[in-house]
């Protein structure tokens, strides 16, 4: 059975719930709102595991803090034996508007210290679901906006892509990199 590593990027605890540098776990969690997936608490971070159509999809939400996630990614995948290019990260990024949603397979961190942790650990040849959280903020007030929460009608704003990031988390495991993102990667 092929297996996958989706994982959200995000802080653990309270404190960073519904924050925008924590998007890549809300996707995972309304995934697995969705598919009925239970979270267990496991050796660097919540794993929530399922199949889709025989493939094996695990669901991991670290718990390392975001500067270390490339422990938790390198971990599982040699844990459960997942080929890279099974491996997907969902982001947040502040170059994108709110709401966007852009699927590579490689490229840089962006400046953002998850996927710089990773990339250091496993290299860049990954793919990568980009969320766009906007960049409405003060010169110098990038770290107060990335661990600000979302206000109401950010999040209406925000809800239809994450419906979406879950749609493309199935065609990326059903269809692969490439359909999904000649499918998803259209712009408007």
């Given at each position: 059975?092929?297996?996958y590593l989706?994982v959200g990027?995000?802080?653990?605890?309270n404190?960073?719930?519904?924050?925008r540098?924590?998007?890549?776990?809300?996707?995972?969690?309304?995934?697995a709102?969705?598919?009925?997936?239970?979270?267990?608490d496991?050796r660097?971070?919540?794993?929530?595991?399922t199949?889709?159509?025989?493939?094996?999809?695990?669901l991991?939400?670290?718990?390392?803090?975001?500067?270390?996630?490339?422990n938790?990614?390198?971990y599982?995948?040699?844990?459960?034996?997942?080929?890279?290019e099974?491996?997907?990260?969902?982001?947040?990024?502040?170059a994108?508007?709110l709401?966007?949603l852009?699927?590579?397979?490689n490229?840089?961190?962006?400046?953002?210290?998850?996927?710089?942790h990773?990339?250091?650990l496993?290299?860049?040849?990954?793919?990568?679901l980009?969320?766009g959280?906007?960049n409405?903020?003060?010169?110098?007030?990038q770290?107060d906006?990335?661990?600000?929460r979302?206000?109401?009608?950010?999040?209406?704003?925000?809800?239809?892509?994450?419906?979406?990031?879950i749609e493309?988390?199935k065609s990326?495991v059903l269809a692969?990199?490439?359909?999904?993102?000649?499918?998803?990667?259209?712009?408007?």
């Amino acid at each position: 059975m092929e297996k996958y590593l989706i994982v959200g990027l995000g802080n653990p605890g309270n404190e960073y719930e519904a924050t925008r540098h924590n998007t890549g776990f809300m996707i995972l969690d309304a995934f697995a709102k969705a598919s009925n997936i239970v979270f267990a608490d496991k050796r660097y971070g919540f794993i929530g595991e399922t199949s889709l159509k025989g493939r094996k999809i695990f669901l991991l939400k670290p718990t390392t803090y975001m500067n270390l996630s490339g422990n938790a990614v390198r971990y599982w995948l040699d844990k459960e034996n997942i080929a890279l290019e099974h491996l997907l990260v969902v982001v947040d990024d502040l170059a994108l508007p709110l709401g966007a949603l852009r699927l590579k397979g490689n490229g840089s961190n962006g400046g953002h210290n998850g996927l710089g942790h990773i990339q250091q650990l496993l290299g860049n040849q990954y793919a990568r679901l980009r969320v766009g959280i906007g960049n409405d903020f003060p010169r110098g007030g990038q770290v107060d906006w990335v661990l600000g929460r979302y206000n109401d009608e950010e999040m209406k704003i925000l809800q239809p892509a994450i419906e979406q990031g879950i749609e493309i988390i199935k065609s990326f495991v059903l269809a692969g990199l490439t359909l999904t993102m000649n499918q998803y990667n259209k712009k408007g």
